[in-house]
């Protein structure tokens, strides 16, 4: 079983920085790891995901040149850098993990098994 534990959200100003955590426990070290959001009222959406190895990320056009994820597999942790935040972000951020994707990153919710609880992230103007 993988638990999924984010924390690191916050509410802050428009231009901003938040660095969110993710702490896994289980069989992780195997997985893809993606962050999704979700804003009230739509449906929740991709942010990044990386690789088993960290070597290969994926982004969303919203994410690219302001977010980066990475991983800590020695320490079990997933990290979403957000810089230059603007009102558009604000969402509750997801952590999720994928053991069936043979280390592909996927912009796809339903390819991931297990989700965190998530964060609140509120950015305002």
């Known amino acids: 079983q993988v638990q999924l534990v984010e924390s690191g959200g916050g509410l802050v100003q428009a231009g901003d920085t938040l660095r969110l955590s993710c702490a896994a426990s289980?069989?992780?070290?195997?997985?893809?790891m993606g962050w999704f959001r979700q804003a009230p009222g739509k449906e929740r959406e991709f942010v990044a995901a990386?690789?088993?190895?960290?070597?290969?990320?994926i982004y969303a056009d919203s994410a690219k040149g302001r977010f980066t994820i990475s991983r800590d597999n020695a320490g079990n942790m997933v990290y979403l850098q957000m810089n230059s935040l603007n009102e558009e972000d604000t969402a509750v951020y997801y952590c999720?993990?994928?053991?069936?994707?043979?280390?592909?990153?996927?912009?796809?919710?339903?390819?991931?098994?297990?989700w965190g609880q998530g964060t609140q992230v509120t950015v305002s103007a």
């Open positions: 990386v690789s088993q190895s960290g070597g290969m990320t």
């Open positions: 289980g069989r992780t070290s195997t997985a893809v």
């Open positions: 999720a993990a994928g053991n069936r994707l043979f280390g592909r990153p996927s912009r796809l919710a339903t390819e991931y098994e297990y």
